[in-house]
């Protein structure tokens, strides 16, 4: 792929505008493009019909392109690109990209319990799958039966962490502005709720911590992004705590920390842009995917478990960390570097296609 022609050798599919899978894909995009690889990118919404319509109008559209590779970004693209590849003239090479543990979705609401399942069912048949991190991609090897010799990690592609030359060096690692702070306790730690106030990213369970805090009498205030489907309920819950809210990323302050309280996800982009800004994070070790956008000690902490006490243990504690030295932990997740491990994921998945295409029938 190094040397992709210049119209349609890759076609990234997504699922729609709104699904958070599609940012990936169209930085991925936007990387490549910059490397001189030109991409085309699908939203299956955007597609005429449903269902098997849908998949059908989809592999028309692959046959127009003549694709080399389709990535399938995100489980219900993903699901497509697999099925479309069936009723396609010239069979491209598929590469799976997952970025949500599949294990948890199986425990939640029926349309995501289905997708989990199919999942499980069709990974197997994709020529490479890769994940957002370590965790997930065992869950895949395990839960999907791809063998490892087909399954990589290829690091969520966060926007904005590493300029390049005097603008790095002005604005220090990550390239971020980045908060004035330095080692030990801040007299007021601002617990920063990372990512939208929504179920899956549990902010009640932050909100808890920040009142274990108060309770043992550390000064304490919430830092929230305005929206999402539980704002009411955050709210609620601080104000019947008298724990004060603010609405921005909070990270300006020498005592801020970021906390994500998911107990699964299958990265956590949030922890390493607090990295970047030389902001502490803190996560909960069940979370899987976390454990490869925290370095614990250095750019923030694991808590043990979920509940306020462990939460807020892993809070001070990361409170007195000095976030420095990790420019060359960032650059992994700079979209040029993982746009470079995907597209050693797409040869590696038409070498495959290739190398059964010359086999004899």
Same mark, same amino acid.
């Given at each position: 792929?190094?040397?992709?022609?210049?119209?349609?050798?890759?076609?990234?599919?997504?699922?729609?505008?709104?699904?958070?899978?599609?940012?990936?894909?169209?930085?991925?995009?936007?990387?490549?493009?910059?490397?001189?690889?030109?991409?085309?990118?699908?939203?299956?919404?955007?597609?005429?019909?449903?269902?098997?319509?849908?998949?059908?109008?989809?592999?028309?559209?692959?046959?127009?392109?003549?694709?080399?590779?389709?990535? #399938?970004?995100?489980?219900?693209?993903?699901?497509?690109?697999?099925?479309?590849?069936?009723?396609?003239?010239?069979?491209?090479?598929?590469?799976?990209?997952?970025?949500?543990?599949?294990?948890?979705?199986?425990?939640?609401?029926?349309?995501?319990?289905?997708?989990?399942?199919?999942?499980?069912?069709?990974?197997?048949?994709?020529?490479?799958?890769?994940?957002?991190?370590?965790?997930?991609?065992?869950?895949?090897?395990?839960?999907?039966?791809?063998?490892?010799?087909?399954?990589?990690?290829?690091?969520?592609?966060?926007?904005?962490?590493?300029?390049?030359?005097?603008?790095?060096?002005?604005?220090?690692?990550?390239?971020?502005?980045?908060?004035?702070?330095?080692?030990?306790?801040?007299?007021?730690?601002?617990?920063?709720?990372?990512?939208?106030?929504?179920?899956?990213?549990?902010?009640?369970?932050?909100?808890?911590?920040?009142?274990?805090?108060?309770?043992?009498?550390?000064?304490?205030?919430?830092?929230?992004?305005?929206? #999402?489907?539980?704002?009411?309920?955050?709210?609620?819950?601080?104000?019947?705590?008298?724990?004060?809210?603010?609405?921005?990323?909070?990270?300006?302050?020498?005592?801020?920390?970021?906390?994500?309280?998911?107990?699964?996800?299958?990265?956590?982009?949030?922890?390493?842009?607090?990295?970047?800004?030389?902001?502490?994070?803190?996560?909960?070790?069940?979370?899987?995917?976390?454990?490869?956008?925290?370095?614990? #000690?250095?750019?923030?902490?694991?808590?043990?478990?979920?509940?306020?006490?462990?939460?807020?243990?892993?809070?001070?504690?990361?409170?007195?960390?000095?976030?420095?030295?990790?420019?060359?932990?960032?650059?992994?997740?700079?979209?040029?570097?993982?746009?470079?491990?995907?597209?050693?994921?797409?040869?590696?998945?038409?070498?495959?296609?290739?190398?059964?295409?010359?086999?004899?029938?």
């Amino acid at each position: 792929m190094s040397s992709a022609r210049p119209d349609t050798d890759l076609v990234f599919v997504v699922a729609s505008a709104d699904d958070p899978a599609t940012e990936t894909a169209a930085t991925w995009a936007d990387a490549l493009a910059a490397a001189g690889v030109a991409a085309v990118t699908i939203a299956l919404r955007t597609l005429p019909g449903r269902g098997g319509a849908r998949i059908a109008a989809l592999a028309a559209r692959l046959d127009a392109l003549a694709p080399r590779a389709l990535v #399938g970004v995100g489980t219900a693209a993903a699901l497509a690109a697999l099925a479309a590849r069936e009723l396609t003239t010239r069979r491209p090479a598929v590469v799976v990209s997952e970025h949500e543990s599949l294990a948890a979705r199986r425990r939640g609401a029926p349309a995501a319990r289905i997708g989990a399942i199919r999942a499980a069912r069709r990974y197997r048949h994709a020529d490479v799958v890769v994940s957002s991190s370590h965790a997930l991609a065992a869950e895949i090897n395990a839960g999907c039966a791809v063998p490892a010799s087909r399954s990589l990690v290829v690091p969520e592609p966060v926007p904005g962490l590493v300029p390049d030359g005097a603008e790095r060096a002005a604005r220090g690692p990550g390239g971020a502005e980045r908060a004035a702070r330095g080692p030990g306790a801040a007299p007021r730690l601002t617990v920063v709720v990372a990512g939208e106030l929504t179920a899956a990213n549990d902010p009640l369970r932050v909100v808890a911590a920040a009142r274990e805090l108060d309770r043992r009498g550390i000064a304490v205030e919430l830092a929230v992004r305005p929206g #999402g489907a539980q704002t009411e309920a955050v709210r609620r819950a601080a104000a019947s705590h008298g724990i004060r809210i603010r609405d921005d990323d909070g990270m300006a302050g020498p005592g801020a920390v970021v906390v994500l309280g998911a107990g699964s996800t299958g990265f956590g982009a949030e922890l390493v842009r607090a990295a970047a800004r030389g902001v502490p994070a803190v996560a909960v070790s069940t979370a899987l995917g976390v454990a490869d956008a925290v370095v614990p #000690g250095v750019t923030g902490e694991l808590a043990v478990a979920g509940d306020a006490a462990a939460l807020a243990d892993a809070i001070v504690s990361a409170s007195r960390i000095e976030v420095a030295g990790v420019d060359d932990w960032l650059a992994r997740f700079a979209p040029a570097s993982s746009a470079r491990l995907l597209l050693r994921a797409v040869a590696l998945a038409t070498a495959r296609t290739d190398a059964e295409r010359t086999v004899p029938a």
